[in-house]
């Protein structure tokens, strides 16, 4: 890499880390409601959003998936991603959405770090609990392998793979 490269990429570094600022996690369980309110968003409609940022990004959540952590920016008061997660006492998944517009500045990483957080007080309750992910977005089986050390345990079709810890 070159300066000029080098430069580039380090004001393209910054840039993202100034448009995160506003961005925060939020968890999505009753016992949060007073954060919605905060915000003057209604607990209700911020889990609709939720969905609608996944139906907008090409994410199918299941019906058997709970809503966990909405993203939320705080400058916009608008819901811009969320992280689903489902427990069957035996396989532990999870699912998330970013909104199109908010994509590519890292912010899947507190999404993901949230539903590794929730594997981790799942599984002191189920202890044969394990991590069973299914991945449509390329770029996010690479992440989680990368940075999470997830293994490809199936492959469904070229975007499409099954994942564990």
């Known amino acids: 890499m070159n300066l000029l490269e080098s430069v580039i990429a380090e004001i393209a570094k910054k ?3 100034n ?8 968890s999505y369980y009753e016992d949060y409601n007073e954060d919605f309110e905060d915000l003057e968003m209604d607990y209700y409609d911020v889990g609709e959003d939720a969905y609608d940022v996944a139906k907008k990004a ?5 019906s058997s998936m709970e809503l966990s952590a909405v993203l939320v920016d705080t400058e916009e008061t608008l819901v811009i ?7 069957d006492s035996k396989d532990f998944s999870f699912d998330i959405a970013i909104d199109p517009s908010y994509q590519k500045r890292g912010l899947s990483k507190s999404l993901i770090d949230h ?14 609990l ?7 977005n390329k770029e996010l089986a690479i992440n989680l392998q990368k940075y999470y050390n997830f293994k490809v345990v199936q492959k469904i079709d070229n975007d499409r793979v099954i994942m564990t810890v």
């Open 15 to 17: 840039l993202n880390e």
């Open 19 to 26: 448009a995160n600022e506003n961005i925060s996690l939020i």
């Open 58 to 62: 090409g994410i199918n959540i299941l």
């Open 81 to 87: 991603g969320g992280v689903w997660v489902s427990n």
């Open 115 to 128: 539903a590794l957080g929730e594997f981790e007080s799942q599984k002191d309750a189920h202890r044969k």
């Open 130 to 136: 394990k991590m069973r992910v299914d991945v449509v």
